[in-house]
Nanobody, 122 residues
Framework: QVQLVESGGGLVQARGSLRLSCAAS????????MGWFRQAPGKEREFVAA????????NYADSVKGRFTISRDNAKNTLYLQMNSLKPEDTAVYYC???????????????WGQGTQVTVSS
């Protein structure tokens, strides 16, 4: 099993930056593909970014491509999401998740964090 705890959310002005972190428990972090998802009020949860076990392959939603960067440090059991040029439409609760393979499909993720709020003011 993997337990995931996100941090780093907050309130930021448009065009600002934030870095989210996701700390994973256990020694099997490197066995999982990891992803970030987000859910805005009144909307369904949507895919943001994914990274494979060793960090060599990534995938991004079109809405964040070129602005967000997903990365991982397997030695520290930590996943990151660097978010630059933030827009008000990026406001959402951001979740990290772990899957047995590299995927963008939410249903393939077995483990989820509790989420961290990101609010971007205009």
């Amino acid at each position: 099993q993997v337990q995931l705890v996100e941090s780093g959310g907050g309130l930021v002005q448009a065009r600002g930056s934030l870095r989210l972190s996701c700390a994973a428990s256990g020694r099997t972090f490197r066995s999982y593909g990891m992803g970030w998802f987000r859910q805005a009020p009144g909307k369904e949860r949507e895919f943001v970014a994914a990274i494979n076990r060793y960090g060599g392959n990534t995938n991004y939603a079109d809405s964040v491509k070129g602005r967000f960067t997903i990365s991982r440090d397997n030695a520290k059991n930590t996943l990151y999401l660097q978010m630059n040029s933030l827009k008000p439409e990026d406001t959402a609760v951001y979740y990290c998740a772990a899957a047995p393979e590299f995927t963008v499909v939410a249903g393939m993720y077995n483990y989820w964090g509790q989420g961290t709020q990101v609010t971007v003011s205009s």
